[in-house]
């Protein structure tokens, strides 16, 4: 069984939204500045978004872990 693409796209803006407000409360703890916190969030926003989506699109190719089901065949 494959992922589409948008698949791996949905999944990555949903995992940035939870990492970036992560990141957004670490910063801020650290440097104490709300506005450089969220500057730190917006970038790594887009980059981890983007190397998520290439991660994703990689594991998708390979079939370690996979179970290949052909028709008429039903796994319980």
Not at 8 to 33: E, P
Not at 54 to 61: G, I, S
């Amino acid at each position: 069984m494959s992922e589409k693409p948008y698949r791996s796209i949905v999944k990555a803006v949903s995992w940035r939204m939870v990492g970036t407000f992560d990141t957004i409360i670490i910063s801020y703890l650290i440097v104490g500045n709300m506005k450089f916190a969220v500057s730190i969030g917006g970038v790594e926003l887009f980059t981890k978004m983007v190397l998520y989506f290439l991660h994703e699109r990689a594991w998708n190719r390979i079939k370690f872990g996979k179970i290949t089901v052909k028709d008429g065949d039903y796994q319980i």
